[in-house]
């Protein structure tokens, strides 16, 4: 049984160890061989990406050969997939190499669209790749008051980073003594702060303490850097000094040209994270069209449910679980402050008030995430 997993990023990397551990036997005696496919040597976590943007933790630390986060029986290769054939169970390489398969899984992310709003990549800073998160702490440390935009687009990767950049962009100017000196300003697409209803109410009560304004059905449609201007699709407008992106994202461009789903999204059920129209084909974490968080976490659990069942498939022909919908998104609620979100299909999150505990529990995770990757927890 030939497995292929394309993607090197969190939910292919603990799918691909999870299989190795649970298939042991199977590939020491060539019943199974499983084979990963990544587009870089390096695997980075990505949820490090903040802290780099707010001075408090260096790029080095967000890096790991990948390499070194795999079981020896993986087969791994740095080698992008750049065309999907899964209607003869096979890919085909930058190399130019033929993988042949028997079961697939996709799990090749998601990318920022800056580019997709006039105006916006020239004209503000994000926190989503590390050339911008270095661009972010050189802005922010730079900036000597006035108003401060966080302007978000949906669909986004890690859904609680609109209320994480704005509290922890907070503290990070009262720690300046500059609170007197700058305006803080929020904008979201929808009619509330946050697409989980929860979370909006959760974050409106903080809002109101910190004085933060807002502005809801706000969909960005160009930036005027010459003015400083953001106009919205609805016809309204807001000035900034400061202006703070959550850009909407699609999945990886190879998904769209393979015609595997609109925007990069790849239809998949929901449960058993299938394909639409193979049973040999699977997508999980940010690249399939499942309306649920794009988090890491998201990925994490979609790995270990689809790492029993295609064990199961090899081992006894039927997969055996269902992915529930879980999602544990924690939620910095400034520089010491946090709290979570953990949520499901049926069961909707429920964020309690910010603690230090919480906070201190994020910061050990950062470091907990290699054996996290490895899935050892």
Same mark, same amino acid.
């Given at each position: 049984?030939?497995?292929?997993?394309?993607?090197? #990023?969190?939910?292919? @990397?603990?799918?691909?160890?999870?299989?190795?551990?649970?298939?042991?036997?199977?590939?020491?005696?060539?019943?199974?061989?499983?084979?990963?496919?990544?587009?870089?040597?390096?695997?980075?976590?990505?949820?490090?990406?903040?802290?780099?943007?707010?001075?408090?933790?260096?790029? !080095?630390?967000?890096?790991?050969?990948?390499?070194?986060?795999?079981?020896?029986?993986?087969?791994?290769?740095?080698?992008?997939?750049?065309?999907?054939?899964?209607?003869? =169970?096979?890919?085909?390489?930058?190399?130019?190499?033929?993988?042949?398969?028997?079961?697939?899984?996709?799990?090749?992310?998601?990318?920022?669209?800056? &580019?997709?709003?006039?105006?916006?990549?020239?004209?503000?800073?994000?926190?989503? @790749?590390?050339?911008?998160?270095?661009?972010?702490?050189? @802005?922010?440390?730079?900036?000597?008051? #006035?108003?401060?935009?966080?302007?978000?687009?949906?669909?986004?990767?890690?859904?609680?980073?609109?209320?994480?950049?704005?509290?922890?962009?907070?503290?990070?100017?009262?720690?300046?003594? $500059?609170?007197?000196?700058?305006?803080?300003?929020?904008?979201?697409?929808?009619?509330?702060?946050?697409?989980?209803?929860?979370?909006?109410?959760?974050?409106?009560? &903080?809002? =109101?303490?910190?004085?933060?304004?807002?502005?809801?059905?706000?969909?960005?449609?160009?930036?005027?850097?010459?003015?400083?201007?953001?106009?919205?699709?609805?016809?309204?407008?807001?000035?900034?000094?400061?202006?703070?992106?959550?850009?909407?994202?699609?999945? $990886?461009? *190879?998904?769209?040209?393979?015609?595997?789903?609109?925007?990069?999204?790849?239809? *998949?059920?929901?449960?058993?994270?299938?394909?639409?129209?193979?049973?040999? %084909?699977?997508?999980?974490? !940010?690249?399939? =069209?499942?309306?649920?968080?794009? +988090?890491?976490?998201?990925?994490?659990? &979609?790995?270990?449910?689809? %790492?029993?069942?295609? +064990?199961?498939?090899?081992?006894?022909?039927?997969?055996?679980?269902?992915?529930?919908?879980?999602?544990?998104?924690?939620?910095?609620? #400034?520089?010491?402050? +946090? @709290?979570?979100?953990?949520?499901?299909? =049926?069961?909707?999150?429920?964020?309690?008030?910010?603690?230090?505990?919480?906070?201190?529990?994020?910061?050990?995770?950062?470091?907990?995430?290699?054996?996290?990757?490895? #899935?050892?927890?």
């Amino acid at each position: 049984m030939r497995i292929l997993i394309v993607g090197g #990023g969190m939910g292919g @990397t603990i799918l691909a160890n999870n299989l190795a551990r649970r298939l042991k036997n199977e590939l020491k005696t060539n019943k199974a061989r499983l084979t990963l496919l990544s587009a870089s040597e390096k695997h980075m976590y990505q949820p490090g990406l903040l802290y780099v943007a707010l001075g408090r933790m260096s790029p !080095d630390e967000l890096y790991r050969d990948q390499a070194s986060l795999l079981e020896p029986e993986i087969e791994f290769h740095v080698d992008p997939v750049e065309e999907f054939l899964l209607a003869k =169970n096979q890919v085909k390489t930058k190399s130019g190499k033929t993988y042949d398969y028997d079961l697939i899984a996709i799990a090749t992310g998601s990318r920022p669209v800056t &580019e997709e709003i006039p105006g916006l990549a020239e004209n503000s800073i994000n926190v989503y @790749t590390e050339e911008a998160a270095l661009k972010f702490f050189k @802005t922010i440390s730079q900036f000597q008051g #006035g108003r401060v935009v966080i302007a978000v687009g949906v669909p986004h990767k890690c859904p609680m980073v609109p209320p994480e950049v704005t509290f922890c962009l907070y503290d990070y100017f009262k720690d300046r003594g $500059m609170l007197d000196k700058v305006q803080f300003h929020y904008t979201y697409p929808i009619g509330r702060l946050h697409s989980l209803e929860p979370v909006s109410k959760w974050m409106q009560g &903080e809002f =109101n303490q910190r004085g933060i304004t807002t502005e809801t059905l706000f969909n960005m449609k160009e930036v005027d850097g010459a003015k400083k201007v953001v106009r919205s699709e609805e016809g309204s407008e807001t000035k900034y000094d400061l202006l703070v992106a959550v850009p909407a994202h699609k999945g $990886m461009a *190879v998904v769209e040209k393979n015609n595997l789903g609109k925007g990069g999204w790849i239809p *998949v059920d929901r449960y058993r994270l299938t394909i639409d129209g193979y049973k040999n %084909a699977f997508a999980l974490g !940010d690249t399939t =069209n499942i309306p649920i968080s794009k +988090a890491g976490s998201t990925a994490h659990f &979609e790995a270990e449910v689809l %790492a029993e069942n295609i +064990a199961s498939l090899v081992k006894i022909g039927s997969p055996v679980r269902d992915y529930d919908g879980k999602v544990f998104c924690f939620i910095e609620a #400034g520089k010491d402050r +946090a @709290t979570y979100a953990m949520f499901n299909y =049926n069961n909707p999150p429920d964020p309690k008030p910010p603690t230090k505990s919480v906070h201190w529990f994020k910061m050990a995770y950062n470091q907990l995430y290699w054996a996290s990757a490895r #899935g050892l927890l």
